[in-house]
């Protein structure tokens, strides 16, 4: 009988070890995928640039362009390339670049009066401008210039902050804006 006493705290003493090993690794793989969650979970600061708005071109030797751009993260940017040019686009393409209802007689006119197989009879322009970095909720206007008048007869323009896409952001899809302007 005593011997069966021992065995039997033997016995139970080796599984409580056993469930208390089995415990402490559970609890520790528990807390390595929490923290290993946690942390991917946790928002990195990160700069997240904006075009605001690209306003009416202006004439006065070249087309003169003004960009306002902000940078709505939490960091600042590092300098970045700008991208304006002109958009040769269909009706339906218009409507995807968010060209409203008002607007998109500019690009019917303009499928009319091309030559065959284009969406736009006007010169094609790309003009490319290094932008400074941009602090945290900074906003800046920018000017970009191109020789010839872009309202041949009417003006539609694309401008595309980090065209190259180097900067890390916060959002990666709001980094275009376009006007559209009849002439």
């Known amino acids: 009988m005593k011997n069966q006493k ?106 009319e009066r091309a030559s065959d197989g284009q969406f736009d009879y006007d010169d094609y322009f790309e003009v490319f401008k290094e932008i400074p970095a941009i602090k945290p909720h900074e906003i800046i206007r920018v000017e970009v210039n191109y020789k010839h008048w872009i309202y041949d007869s009417n003006c539609e323009i694309g401008a595309f902050i980090d065209c190259k896409e180097v900067l890390k952001e916060k959002r990666e899809d709001n980094n275009r804006t376009y006007f559209f302007a009849g002439g």
């Not at 033997?10 to 390595?32: D, P, T, W």
């Not at 690209?54 to 300098?79: A, C, R, Y």
Request: proline share 5%; glycine share 4%; hydrophobic share 45%.
């Open 6 to 111: 021992i065995k039997w705290v033997g016995e139970h003493f080796a599984n409580n070890i056993n469930r208390y090993k089995m415990k402490n690794i559970s609890v520790f793989i528990l807390a390595l995928c929490l923290l290993f969650q946690a942390n991917t979970l946790v928002a990195q600061p990160k700069p997240d640039l904006i075009i605001l708005r690209i306003e009416p071109p202006l004439w006065n030797d070249s087309t003169k362009i003004f960009i306002g751009i902000q940078n709505i993260g939490d960091v600042i940017s590092s300098p970045v390339l700008l991208k304006v040019w002109d958009i040769d686009a269909s009706v339906e393409e218009a409507k995807k670049l968010g060209a409203t209802s008002k607007q998109l007689w500019i690009f019917q006119e303009n499928t």
